[in-house]
């Protein structure tokens, strides 16, 4: 009787799934007559589980315990079910060791070394521009005296990018002899 209503709802798409439910449906109801434990219907999909008496109970219990009695009950599951000493740790010990580490990850890492520098003409002595054109047709290569000329007049510019220290600090030394103000970033 249970499987004819089970099939009155039935569509092509989900008889297979719908066939095994009624299956295991009236095997359980055989097996929990036969021992006379009362089946409980499943909840809904989308739906949270009712929670277990014996789960809450256990939760309610573990926590009004006092940190001494936490971490006695975490030495007694460890050595109960053979787990290394890491695994498990107290929720007050968990926030207290979490500030050192990361301090200490950060003064273990390795500080970042910079190894590409930029020269940037910032401003220049207008007395001095003739001169610094000359110089910074020079230096940078493939540029003509028309080219250097926007180029100086454009400041604040990036004069070259990616260098090494050594070749940017030359860069700099030479530009402000003319009356150049050069930051290297």
Do not use: H
Request: proline fraction near 6%; aromatic fraction near 4%; include cysteine.
């Amino acid at each position: 009787m249970q499987s004819s209503r089970c099939f009155l709802s039935l569509t092509y798409s989900n008889w297979r799934s719908l066939t095994q439910r009624c299956r295991m449906n009236s095997t359980a109801a055989t097996g929990a007559a036969v021992t006379g434990e009362k089946l409980k219907m499943p909840p809904p999909e989308g739906t949270d589980a009712p929670e277990n008496p014996k789960l809450v109970k256990i939760v309610n219990e573990i926590a009004s315990l006092n940190l001494l009695e936490v971490s006695e009950l975490s030495g007694l599951l460890k050595r109960k079910l053979n787990l290394p000493d890491a695994s498990f740790m107290p929720m007050a010990g968990v926030g207290m060791a979490a500030a050192p580490k990361e301090e200490d990850e950060e003064e273990a890492a390795p500080k970042t070394v910079q190894t590409a520098f930029k020269v940037k003409l910032m401003k220049f002595d207008e007395k001095q521009k003739v001169a610094l054109i000359k110089e910074v047709k020079n230096l940078l290569e493939g540029m003509n005296l028309v080219q250097a000329k926007k180029f100086v007049e454009s400041a604040p510019a990036i004069v070259k990018e990616d260098i090494p220290k050594d070749e940017a600090e030359k860069l700099k030394e030479a530009l402000t002899k003319v009356g150049a103000e050069i930051v290297i970033e």
